[in-house]
Every structure is written in C-alpha cells, then in structure tokens.
C-alpha cells in the first residue's frame, strides 16, 4: 500500500462495525465477546518497537556505525588493508532488528571478519562480537539519553484505535533496553505482553529472523498466531512474520526499502501508517485467509 487508503477497500466489501458500549462504562469500555468484536478478522497485534513505534532508528543506524567505522579502521590500519565503511544497506540487511550480538556476528561474517563471541559482560570494546556490541548500545544510550524518544504518532493512534476495538496489543523487539525506551516515551502502558531482548534470553526464544518472539507475544496475549498481525520495519522482522505463519505482516518502510520488505515476506508495505487504517487491515486479513484456503 503506497497510496490513498481509505478508497482502495470497495465499500460492500466493508463489515458494519459492532458496536461498542459507550455511556455508563466511558468511551474506552471494552465489549469483547468470546468471539471478539463481530467484524474483525484478527484478534492481535504485535508490533516491532524501534522504528516501529520508536523513532529511534537514527539513534541505533549512527551508535553501528561509529562502533563499526571505529573497528574497520583500526583493522585496515592493522592488516594494511582499504578501509570500506558500514554503509546504511549494511545496517539494513544484516543488523536491524536482529538481537545485538548476532548483528554483529552477521554484518563480520558479510566482510569475511571473524571474532570470538565472548561473553555478555565484556567491557565495551573491539575484541569479541560481545565487546563491540557493548561498545554500540553505550552510544546508542549516550545518544537516546541527549535527544531522549520520540514515538510515531500514526502508531499511536492505530494502536489505540485496535485497543478500543478489542484487539489486544503486544510489543516484540529485540532490544534489551525496551523498558527503558518505553519509560522515556512518555506513552502509557499501551501493550498488555512485551517480550523483548531480556525476556527473550530468559525464555531461551531465538532472535528475528526466527519467528519465536512473535509467537511468544502472540502466546501471551492468548491469541493464536493466524489471528494476529504483524507491524515491522526490519528485513529481519518481516522474515520473521511470515515465518510464523502470522494473519497479516505489514512492513513499514521508512528507509526507502519497500522491495526488500515486501521481498522477504510483508504482505503489505506502508511507508507510514498513516497510509492505512483498521478497516484496511482488517479487509487485507480477510483477503489473505481467503486466498489461502
Ligand atoms: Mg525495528
């Protein structure tokens, strides 16, 4: 979806709205019946958080890039050979979205350059895949603490709009620093299940692309993986969604990469979501259970 939104559904496809309870219980009464509300065709969703809900893309894509420009330089300098930058399809294809140390592992092996894992507790530095993954989120923390978090207020609103229609709202995300980042945003507790990248180590869930940390939102909130969305903006998470067999994934492609999302497994791709609304979604759901059957 890369235009208008609200006249691409024909209008007598359109299911009536239920209706919600207003009056004694306030605008924000829930009315779920067992079987939700009557005209949706997904019970859930789980969005990504950075870049997704976060504007914090800039923050992680310059904090890889200081840590990796650093780290090739002093290596060209070493082994005598051309220094090639971290380039943003660099941060794309092999790092965004993945949990932090397998980021690293996957852009080193794209340039030939092995290291040793070493461990979590590593002090920030060029020695092993954790040392430099440290060495990114103390920038990363550096940087988010002097410009603080912005959230996209087009998934906000979308967000509120499906919790006041009974959809339960669930956050996946790799990132260890999700309670952090959702404590400076300023917004309420909007999702009822957040896994991220603390929770995934404890459970022992594989990272996107796997799709465990979908499941494992989808899981807590009750809901079966055919019945909930997915909202990402990373290669690595949109492979994740279509992996998981998920109702809808829809890829949200702010750094131009449309083809890449759609390519590995978005069934839509918005540039913003304000492009799209739950009426939209609710008919692609609908489509693609269809099509399927
Ligand atoms: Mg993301």
Not at 146 to 158: H, M, P, Q
Not at 172 to 181: F, K, L, P, Q, V
Request: glycine share 12%; with cysteine.
């Amino acid at each position: 979806v890369e235009s208008e939104n609200d006249q691409t559904a024909p209008l007598g496809d359109r299911r009536p709205l239920a209706s919600t309870s207003r009056g004694a219980f306030g605008e924000g009464h829930r009315t779920r019946t067992e079987d939700g509300d009557a005209g949706l065709h997904f019970e859930a969703a789980i969005f990504d958080m950075d870049g997704v809900v976060t504007d914090t893309t800039a923050a992680h894509s310059g904090a890889w890039k200081q840590t990796f420009d650093d780290f090739l330089k002093l290596r060209a300098a070493n082994h005598d050979e051309r220094f090639i930058e971290f380039s943003r399809d660099d941060y794309l294809g092999f790092v965004d979205g993945r949990p932090r140390y397998n980021g690293v592992e996957t852009f080193l092996k794209s340039r030939g350059i092995e290291l040793p894992r070493g461990i979590p507790n590593d002090p920030p530095g060029f020695d092993t895949v954790c040392g430099l993954g440290n060495r990114k989120n103390v920038i990363f923390i550096q940087i988010i603490e002097k410009e603080g978090v912005k959230t996209f207020d087009s998934t906000v609103s979308l967000a509120r709009e499906m919790v006041r229609r009974g959809i339960k709202i669930g956050l996946a995300t790799s990132s260890y620093n999700a309670e952090e980042i959702l404590g400076r945003t300023g917004i309420p507790r909007l999702f009822e299940a957040v896994v991220d990248g603390v929770e995934s180590a404890t459970r022992g869930l594989k990272g996107k692309p796997e799709p465990d940390i979908f499941s494992a939102a989808a899981a807590d909130l009750g809901v079966p993986n055919g019945h909930a969305i997915v909202i990402e903006d990373a290669v690595s998470g949109v492979r994740a969604g279509a992996k998981g067999g998920f109702a809808l994934v829809i890829g949200v492609a702010r750094e131009g990469n449309a083809r890449e999302l759609r390519e590995n497994g978005a069934d839509i791709v918005v540039q913003d979501l304000s492009e799209t609304n739950l009426e939209q979604i609710n008919l692609l759901v609908q489509d693609k259970r269809t099509s399927a059957r």
